[in-house]
Nanobody, 119 residues
Framework: QVQLVESGGGLVQAGGSLRLSCAAS????????MGWYRQAPGKQRELVAT??????NYVDSVKGRFTISRDNAQNTVSLQMDSLKPEDTAVYYC??????????????WGQGTQVTVSS
């Protein structure tokens, strides 16, 4: 069973920075992609950033402010968040998409970590 453990959330003032980290454990056949999603109160969960084979993807609202990185050997993924805005306030979830030997995909999720940005 794959487990994802997140750390690094908290309370920060607007303009500040936070770094989220996520460590994956368990038996993983092949990591297809890792990333971060977030869900604000009353809103749907949205993709924030993903990284796959070194290629990165960001939602427009965080481009230029957030940076995703991955340590392949350790199966960890991090999200450096700079110039934070109150609208970045949300629960952030780590995601790992595994590709099986049969090329099927399965998603795993962390428990979520709260990020609160005060104005």
């Amino acid at each position: 069973q794959v487990q994802l453990v997140e750390s690094g959330g908290g309370l920060v003032q607007a303009g500040g920075s936070l770094r989220l980290s996520c460590a994956a454990s368990g038996i993983i056949f092949r990591v297809n992609r890792m990333g971060w999603y977030r869900q604000a109160p009353g809103k749907q969960r949205e993709l924030v950033a993903t990284i796959s084979s070194g290629a990165t993807n960001y939602v427009d609202s965080v481009k230029g402010r957030f940076t995703i990185s991955r340590d392949n050997a350790q199966n960890t993924v991090s999200l450096q968040m700079d110039s934070l805005k109150p609208e970045d306030t949300a629960v952030y979830y780590c995601n790992l998409r595994e590709e099986s030997r049969y090329s099927t995909l399965r998603n795993y999720w962390g428990q979520g970590t709260q990020v609160t940005v005060s104005s």
